[in-house]
């Protein structure tokens, strides 16, 4: 089988990207863009630079646009690509090199946001599905690349904050919420649209919606009434 990769290239942030197009052939039947990825740079002497780890789905490293959606370069299989094959780095993100981006921004917001605990868990066994639900989370950027309302540096989070706050708001005894409801209220809730283009785009399927209308509940609502 034979394939062609157009491929979106520079030396470092400063330079000008510029497409370059590779062809490479394969008796591989279910051929990801991770695969191709390591299979052209064998014949390269300027090797392409990408992030990856496990390449099974798990730590969200290798996300990239691929044919102008984010997805995970292990995950996507060229047979499933339509048209003209093409791979850049994620656009919300600075670029280092190639396709490599500093997604430095997820966890200073995460910081930002104190999404971590202090102390014991205070989950019930009702709560474990949702638990579940938003531990699955890669912080692999692809829902802030699709999101309309996020940019780097700016005061609303994104779903890469809200999944992991969401876990905390069911966890932290109810005398400590009172600050991270504060900072949910401000970058996350308020600055949602509920596009939900997140949900669509997650490399994990985390059921977006349901978590967040559990953590809007939690922080306004159901705050308000036993107030």
């Not at 690349?145 to 005061?155: A, L, T």
């Amino acid at each position: 089988m034979k394939y062609a990769l157009k491929i979106l290239r520079r030396k470092s942030a400063a330079d000008t990207p510029v497409w370059k197009s590779y062809e490479f052939e394969t008796e591989l039947e279910s051929v990801t863009v991770a695969t191709a990825l390591s299979l052209i740079n064998k014949s390269l002497s300027d090797k392409i630079m990408w992030d990856c780890s496990c390449l099974q789905k798990k730590c969200g490293a290798c996300a990239m646009v691929i044919n102008g959606r984010p997805a995970l370069a292990c995950d996507t299989r060229l047979s499933e690509l339509k048209g003209e094959i093409t791979v850049e780095p994620l656009r919300k993100f600075p670029v280092i090199q190639d396709l490599v981006v500093d997604r430095t921004i997820l966890y200073q917001n995460l910081e930002a946001i104190n999404a971590w605990l202090n102390g014991n868990a205070n989950a019930s066994e009702k709560q474990n599905e949702m638990l579940y639900e938003a531990s699955r989370c890669l912080q692999c950027g692809c829902c802030l690349e699709i999101c309309p309302n996020f940019y780097s540096g700016g005061n609303f989070f994104g779903m890469s904050s809200m999944v992991p706050v969401a876990r905390l708001l069911e966890e932290l005894p109810r005398e400590e919420e009172k600050e991270l409801r504060r900072k949910y209220q401000k970058h996350i809730y308020s600055g949602c649209g509920k596009s939900l283009a997140c949900r669509d785009i997650c490399p994990a399927k985390i059921d977006m919606e349901k978590l967040l209308v559990n953590s809007n509940a939690i922080t306004l609502w159901k705050y308000l009434l036993r107030k």
